[in-house]
């Protein structure tokens, strides 16, 4: 076996990887946010607290990649479903997977601005 990496840069073991990964990272964010939801009705108090806690520009950088991770996961699923179900998918399958990566860019680009907008506001002022 080669030195290096496991995966040799094919498109569709990197998507594979990726598309795991992404569905493990919305899975931990869901649970997190199940529990922190379900504090208003032990506590609103501490729901409250718990919100102030998120409300820094650390946390809003980890939204604008759970958003990222949930775009991704979802124009790669898309296209796992087109590579299954679509007699001419395996053969275009390295085209879709190029095809997700430019509109999961383009989203991004799209995303920036409306999801870190208070972060930027406090890093550079208003």
């Known amino acids: 076996m080669p030195a290096g990496t496991l995966y040799r840069g094919r498109e569709g073991m990197w998507s594979w990887v990726a598309h795991r990964v992404t569905g ?8 997190a946010h199940v529990i922190d939801t379900a504090l208003v009705r032990v506590s609103p108090e501490a729901y409250d607290e718990t ?52 509109l999961w860019a383009v989203l991004m680009a799209g995303a ?5 907008e208070h972060t930027l506001r406090e890093i550079f002022g208003s």
Do not use: S
């Open 24 to 31: 493990v990272l919305i899975f931990f964010f869901l649970f």
């Open 51 to 102: 919100i102030e806690i998120y409300k820094n520009p650390f946390v809003n950088v980890m939204e604008y990649g759970l958003v990222g991770a949930v775009l991704f996961h979802a124009l790669n699923g898309l296209r796992i479903v087109a590579v299954d179900f679509w007699e001419k998918g395996p053969r275009y399958q390295k085209q879709m997977f190029w095809g997700v990566v430019g």
């Open 112 to 116: 920036f601005y409306p999801v870190l």
